[in-house]
């Protein structure tokens, strides 16, 4: 399972709130990703991460800041949550393996913004 | 701009009848084109990584081919267990980090 947990599983929060999803992998890996997933649109790429401190934004970041300061831990902070992020996240890593080196997912979040 | 679409969005078949799924996109400079399976409630689980026009990878049940515009993902004689939905992701030579762009996912029932 590529060491990778997410916290928290589920997470219910109101309109304004400021929420932070937490993705911790075990194996050093260099690159980490934050998706969310909604019906309709498939996954799409939120953050990544290249390194400690090291970020860059994908197609749909507005709303959204990331922070890596541990190769291990890779956060996402809803500054201000809206219904419109009611979604799935999914933190992902690069592995090493391989030409291009897959991406092997976590578990998911689940959040709910009321 | 990369484009991956999916066909079809579901698809329900009987233990042990074979058929394809369909992956057709749209990048500039193929770098990669990976299959995952995804389980209700799961994170993506990877299958295989395809790398240039014809190309072929098998486990299992599964076969995944590539051509310069479409993947397909054979599925031989299913089982119930092979229920799940199945994403199909491209990367691209101009993308930096790696990114993928997934499709949709086609949804698969094996009924027994």
């Known amino acids: 399972d590529a060491g990778i947990t997410q916290s928290p599983r589920h997470k219910v929060t109101e309109t304004g709130t400021p929420v932070t999803l937490r993705c911790h992998q075990t194996?050093?890996?260099?690159?980490m990703y934050w998706y969310r997933q909604d019906p309709g649109h498939g996954l799409r790429l939120i953050h990544y991460s290249y390194g400690v401190k090291d970020t860059d934004k994908g197609e749909v970041s507005d709303g959204y800041s990331v922070s890596r300061s541990k190769t291990e831990d890779f956060l996402l902070t809803l500054e201000s949550a809206t219904s419109s992020q009611t979604s799935v996240y999914f933190c992902a890593i690069r592995g090493t393996s391989g030409r291009l080196g897959e991406q092997f997912f976590g578990p998911g979040t689940r959040l709910t913004v009321l | 701009e990369d484009q991956v679409t999916q066909s079809p969005e579901a698809l329900r078949l009987q233990e042990g009848e074979s058929s394809s799924l369909n992956c057709s996109y749209t990048v500039s400079g193929l770098r990669g084109l990976f299959w995952y399976r995804q389980d209700p409630g799961k994170g993506p689980e990877f299958l295989f990584t395809?790398?240039?026009a014809g190309e072929e990878k098998e486990k299992e049940r599964l076969k995944a081919t590539l051509t310069k515009k479409e993947s397909f993902l054979h599925i031989t004689a299913p089982k119930p267990e092979d229920s799940a939905t199945y994403l199909c992701a491209v990367q691209a030579g101009e993308t930096s980090g790696s990114r993928l762009t997934f499709g949709e996912g086609t949804q698969l029932t094996v009924n027994p």
């Open positions: 395809l790398y240039s």
């Open positions: 194996e050093n890996h260099r690159y």
